[in-house]
Protein backbone atom coordinates (compact mmCIF):
# COMPACT_ATOMS: atom_id res chain seq x y z
CA UNK A 1 0.00 0.00 0.00
CA UNK A 2 1.25 3.45 -0.97
CA UNK A 3 1.92 5.64 1.50
CA UNK A 4 -1.11 7.81 2.13
CA UNK A 5 -2.59 11.04 4.50
CA UNK A 6 -5.91 12.47 4.77
CA UNK A 7 -5.78 16.32 5.85
CA UNK A 8 -8.96 18.36 6.52
CA UNK A 9 -10.27 20.20 3.01
CA UNK A 10 -10.11 23.68 2.23
CA UNK A 11 -12.54 25.71 0.36
CA UNK A 12 -10.25 26.08 -2.99
CA UNK A 13 -10.28 21.71 -3.14
CA UNK A 14 -13.52 21.91 -4.62
CA UNK A 15 -12.35 22.09 -8.55
CA UNK A 16 -9.61 19.25 -7.74
CA UNK A 17 -12.67 17.04 -6.24
CA UNK A 18 -14.76 17.87 -8.81
CA UNK A 19 -13.08 16.75 -11.58
CA UNK A 20 -11.50 13.44 -9.68
CA UNK A 21 -15.54 12.82 -9.02
CA UNK A 22 -16.07 13.34 -13.08
CA UNK A 23 -13.63 10.73 -13.83
CA UNK A 24 -14.22 8.32 -11.09
CA UNK A 25 -18.09 8.10 -11.80
CA UNK A 26 -18.21 8.39 -15.15
CA UNK A 27 -18.34 4.35 -15.92
CA UNK A 28 -21.19 3.83 -13.18
CA UNK A 29 -22.98 6.96 -14.54
CA UNK A 30 -23.05 5.78 -18.14
CA UNK A 31 -23.77 2.52 -17.26
CA UNK A 32 -26.89 3.77 -15.21
CA UNK A 33 -27.90 5.99 -18.18
CA UNK A 34 -27.15 9.19 -16.35
CA UNK A 35 -23.49 10.39 -16.92
CA UNK A 36 -24.04 14.31 -18.03
CA UNK A 37 -20.60 16.17 -18.06
CA UNK A 38 -21.63 19.80 -16.36
CA UNK A 39 -23.95 17.96 -14.12
CA UNK A 40 -21.84 15.48 -12.66
CA UNK A 41 -19.32 18.21 -11.71
CA UNK A 42 -22.22 20.47 -10.14
CA UNK A 43 -23.29 18.61 -8.07
CA UNK A 44 -20.25 18.24 -6.19
CA UNK A 45 -19.86 21.88 -6.06
CA UNK A 46 -23.42 22.46 -4.94
CA UNK A 47 -22.53 19.67 -2.23
CA UNK A 48 -19.23 20.51 -1.11
CA UNK A 49 -18.78 21.61 2.40
CA UNK A 50 -14.95 21.25 3.37
CA UNK A 51 -15.96 21.68 7.43
CA UNK A 52 -16.53 17.40 7.44
CA UNK A 53 -14.19 16.52 4.24
CA UNK A 54 -10.29 15.40 4.34
CA UNK A 55 -8.87 15.06 0.74
CA UNK A 56 -6.99 12.17 0.27
CA UNK A 57 -3.16 12.56 -0.53
CA UNK A 58 -0.34 10.07 -1.22
CA UNK A 59 3.42 10.71 -1.63
CA UNK A 60 2.16 14.32 -1.01
CA UNK A 61 -0.18 14.95 -4.04
CA UNK A 62 -3.66 15.02 -4.19
CA UNK A 63 -5.05 11.54 -4.77
CA UNK A 64 -8.53 11.86 -3.33
CA UNK A 65 -11.47 13.00 -0.78
CA UNK A 66 -13.84 11.73 1.70
CA UNK A 67 -17.03 13.38 3.55
CA UNK A 68 -18.67 12.36 6.86
CA UNK A 69 -21.13 14.56 7.44
CA UNK A 70 -22.87 14.92 10.70
CA UNK A 71 -26.95 14.71 10.20
CA UNK A 72 -29.81 13.91 13.15
CA UNK A 73 -29.53 9.79 13.57
CA UNK A 74 -26.17 8.80 11.83
CA UNK A 75 -23.08 10.29 10.30
CA UNK A 76 -23.32 10.10 6.42
CA UNK A 77 -20.38 8.81 4.20
CA UNK A 78 -20.06 10.99 1.09
CA UNK A 79 -18.06 12.09 -1.50
CA UNK A 80 -15.27 8.85 -1.05
CA UNK A 81 -13.22 9.44 -4.10
CA UNK A 82 -9.90 8.12 -5.30
CA UNK A 83 -8.05 8.26 -8.10
CA UNK A 84 -8.53 5.68 -10.30
CA UNK A 85 -5.20 4.30 -10.46
CA UNK A 86 -4.98 3.79 -6.48
CA UNK A 87 -7.88 1.89 -6.67
CA UNK A 88 -7.44 -1.75 -5.36
CA UNK A 89 -3.97 -0.51 -3.56
CA UNK A 90 -5.73 -0.73 -0.15
CA UNK A 91 -5.90 3.12 0.33
CA UNK A 92 -10.03 3.55 0.31
CA UNK A 93 -9.98 0.90 3.07
CA UNK A 94 -7.07 1.99 5.23
CA UNK A 95 -8.73 5.45 4.88
CA UNK A 96 -12.23 4.18 5.88
CA UNK A 97 -11.00 2.23 8.81
CA UNK A 98 -9.60 5.35 10.22
CA UNK A 99 -13.20 7.20 9.90
CA UNK A 100 -15.16 4.16 11.26
CA UNK A 101 -12.96 3.99 14.12
CA UNK A 102 -13.79 7.07 14.68
CA UNK A 103 -17.60 6.60 14.78
CA UNK A 104 -17.62 3.59 15.81
CA UNK A 105 -15.56 5.39 19.32
CA UNK A 106 -18.08 7.64 19.38
CA UNK A 107 -21.35 5.11 19.17
CA UNK A 108 -22.67 6.40 15.84
CA UNK A 109 -24.74 4.89 13.32
CA UNK A 110 -22.54 5.44 9.54
CA UNK A 111 -24.67 5.70 6.51
CA UNK A 112 -24.12 5.79 2.99
CA UNK A 113 -25.39 5.77 -0.92
CA UNK A 114 -23.42 4.24 -3.83
CA UNK A 115 -24.54 3.87 -7.18
CA UNK A 116 -26.14 0.33 -7.92
CA UNK A 117 -23.43 -2.46 -9.82
CA UNK A 118 -20.77 -0.18 -8.95
CA UNK A 119 -17.51 -1.97 -7.52
CA UNK A 120 -17.38 0.52 -4.35
CA UNK A 121 -20.23 -1.78 -2.63
CA UNK A 122 -17.94 -5.00 -1.91
CA UNK A 123 -15.30 -2.34 0.35
CA UNK A 124 -18.47 -1.09 2.16
CA UNK A 125 -19.36 -4.81 2.81
CA UNK A 126 -16.24 -5.44 3.81
CA UNK A 127 -15.94 -2.94 6.44
CA UNK A 128 -19.75 -4.04 8.00
CA UNK A 129 -21.93 -2.22 5.27
CA UNK A 130 -25.39 -3.56 4.96
CA UNK A 131 -27.84 -2.95 2.46
CA UNK A 132 -31.63 -0.75 3.48
CA UNK A 133 -32.84 -0.12 0.95
CA UNK A 134 -31.93 0.48 -2.80
CA UNK A 135 -33.80 1.91 -5.98
CA UNK A 136 -33.18 1.61 -9.59
CA UNK A 137 -30.03 4.09 -9.53
CA UNK A 138 -28.34 3.62 -5.64
CA UNK A 139 -28.28 1.10 -2.68
CA UNK A 140 -28.70 3.03 0.47
CA UNK A 141 -26.32 1.19 3.18
CA UNK A 142 -25.99 1.74 6.59
CA UNK A 143 -23.00 0.22 9.48
CA UNK A 144 -23.81 0.59 13.03
CA UNK A 145 -21.45 0.95 15.59
CA UNK A 146 -20.50 -2.39 17.04
CA UNK A 147 -21.70 -3.74 20.96
Not at 90 to 119: A, T, Y
Amino acid sequence: MADWSIRPAQASDVEEVAELRAVVMRADLERLGRYDEQRVRQRLRDGFDPTHTWTIEVAGAFAGCVALRPAEDAHWLEHFYLALHLQGSGIGSGVLSVLLERCDRDGVLVRLNVLQGSPARRLYERHGFTVETEDPVDVFMVRKPPG
